[in-house]
């Protein structure tokens, strides 16, 4: 008897319904098991507060995981940079697909390149990280705090409202306005965010089952990296609360960056390291402990939990 789709859980927003849609079509196509989607409003889609007053990106997950819990669905796909870092409690992370284009892009008025933007320029974006990056990168350059989705933002910069904004290539891609880029930040000048580009496709610990279903769109390779990433972000939690990027790369051997950047872009902490693949998670946790060498616990700005709004192209 063949098994009954599969009902995967994703928020309602255009880029959501997209990647979720992507990740339904590749279960189906490594198992043969067909999968629906749920729509589910979730705090952080409705609300028009800043996202470091409601709690961080977590809102845009806790929805969906309570949805999971109470068998509502039997999986759910987030962007895994709207994760918070500690394990939830009767769930797992079954599978990390192969991970799209991490960098960070530009989406500018007139096909502008950074380096073209006047002195003053107005630049969107609801992400410290990125915010303190730009300011890194040029003073002169003046971030403004904006939220909606990928369409809405773009569409400030096609009215001359803003300059510039500043999204996520991966959902970009995932949404077809890669048109609209006018530079790609290379992680050289511009950290990603921890998981970026990624996805994370959650179910039930107790759903053994399901579990080893949803392990055949796993990327081995994919999951060593955003492991890294994240711990790196877990290992700052406890005493660092500033704009947080990091990035990791390789097959068995990774090299992990990561940034601890003040708010105002006048100054930033690095470090990188590498290690065996398999030591992921220790690697991410030896380079927080060297940014907390460095100082990183006096980088005072926003919740380190605040590294995204929650939608990949944001």
């Given at each position: 008897m063949s098994?009954?789709?599969l009902?995967?859980?994703?928020r309602?927003?255009?880029?959501a319904?997209?990647?979720?849609?992507?990740?339904?079509?590749?279960?189906?196509?490594r198992?043969?098991?067909?999968?629906?989607?749920?729509?589910v409003?979730?705090?952080?889609?409705?609300?028009r507060?800043?996202?470091?007053?409601?709690g961080?990106?977590?809102?845009?997950?806790?929805?969906?995981?309570?949805?999971l819990?109470?068998?509502h669905?039997?999986?759910?796909?987030?962007?895994?940079?709207?994760?918070?870092v500690?394990?939830?409690?009767?769930l797992?992370?079954?599978a990390v697909?192969?991970?799209?284009?991490?960098?960070d892009?530009?989406?500018a008025?007139?096909g502008?390149?950074?380096?073209d933007l006047?002195?003053?320029?107005t630049v969107?974006?609801?992400?410290?990280?990125r915010?303190a990056?730009l300011?890194?990168?040029?003073?002169?350059i003046?971030?403004?705090?904006?939220?909606?989705?990928?369409g809405?933002?773009?569409?400030?910069?096609?009215?001359g409202?803003?300059d510039?904004?500043?999204l996520?290539?991966?959902g970009l891609a995932?949404?077809g306005?890669?048109d609209a880029?006018t530079?790609i930040?290379e992680?050289e000048?511009?950290?990603p965010?921890?998981?970026?580009?990624?996805?994370?496709?959650?179910?039930?610990?107790?759903?053994?089952d399901?579990?080893?279903?949803?392990?055949q769109v796993?990327?081995r390779?994919?999951r060593?990296?955003?492991t890294?990433e994240r711990?790196?972000?877990?290992g700052?939690?406890?005493?660092?609360?500033?704009?947080?990027?990091?990035?990791?790369?390789?097959?068995?051997?990774?090299?992990?960056?990561?940034?601890?950047?003040?708010?105002?872009?006048g100054?930033a902490l690095r470090?990188?390291a590498?290690?065996?693949?398999v030591?992921?998670?220790r690697l991410?946790?030896?380079v927080?402990?060297?940014?907390?060498?460095?100082?990183?616990?006096a980088?005072?700005?926003v919740?380190?939990?605040?590294?995204?709004n929650g939608?990949d192209?944001?």
């Open positions: 098994r009954p789709p009902r995967l859980g994703t309602k927003s255009p880029m319904m997209a990647q979720s849609g992507q990740v339904a079509r590749l279960i189906t196509e198992t043969g098991v067909s999968v629906e989607l749920i729509g409003t979730t705090f952080g889609d409705v609300t507060a800043e996202l470091a007053q409601i961080g990106t977590g809102v845009f997950a806790s929805a969906l995981r309570e949805n819990l109470a068998g669905v039997d999986l759910a796909v987030h962007s895994l940079k709207d994760l918070p500690a394990p939830a409690p009767g797992v992370l079954a697909p192969v991970r799209e284009d991490p960098r892009a530009l989406a008025r007139d502008a390149k950074f380096a006047p002195a003053g320029a969107g974006t609801g992400s410290p990280r915010a990056q300011r890194l990168l040029r003073p002169d003046r971030p403004v705090p904006v939220r909606g989705n990928a809405t933002r773009l569409g400030k910069v096609e009215s409202e803003l510039a904004v500043l996520a290539s991966a995932r949404i306005r890669l880029v530079q930040f992680p000048e511009m950290l965010a921890p998981g970026q580009g990624a996805l994370a496709v959650e179910c039930r610990a107790g759903d053994t399901l579990a080893g279903l949803l392990a796993d990327d390779v994919s060593a990296a955003v890294a711990a790196v972000l877990a700052l939690a406890a005493g660092c609360s500033a704009p947080v990027g990091a990035y990791a790369a390789g097959t068995e051997i990774l090299q992990l960056r990561a940034v601890v950047a003040a708010l105002d872009g100054s470090a990188s590498t290690a065996p693949a030591e992921a998670g991410g946790r030896d927080a402990a060297e940014l907390l060498r460095q100082g990183a616990a980088y005072a700005a919740s380190s939990e605040y590294i995204s939608d192209a944001s």
